[in-house]
């Protein structure tokens, strides 16, 4: 993922989390973030690093 993407939705989860803190039930947003990351890596396309964490993906559109 490209890090101004990671960065603005890491953003958009904080301020979820500052609006919704007060009088909510407890939940796990770091589980929630955990997840949402993962999304968002599995969706990536092109050549793929060898650490990248989704194992049924490969490299596509290579050659677009």
Excluded: I
Excluded at 19 to 48: I, M, P, V, W
């Amino acid at each position: 993922m490209v890090g101004s993407a990671r960065v603005l939705l890491v953003a958009a989860v904080v301020g979820f989390l500052a609006t919704t803190a007060c009088g909510a039930a407890q939940r796990d947003y770091a589980a929630a973030l955990t997840k949402s990351l993962l999304y968002f890596e599995a969706q990536r396309s092109g050549r793929l690093p060898p650490t990248h964490r989704v194992q049924w993906r490969g490299n596509s559109a290579l050659k677009d």
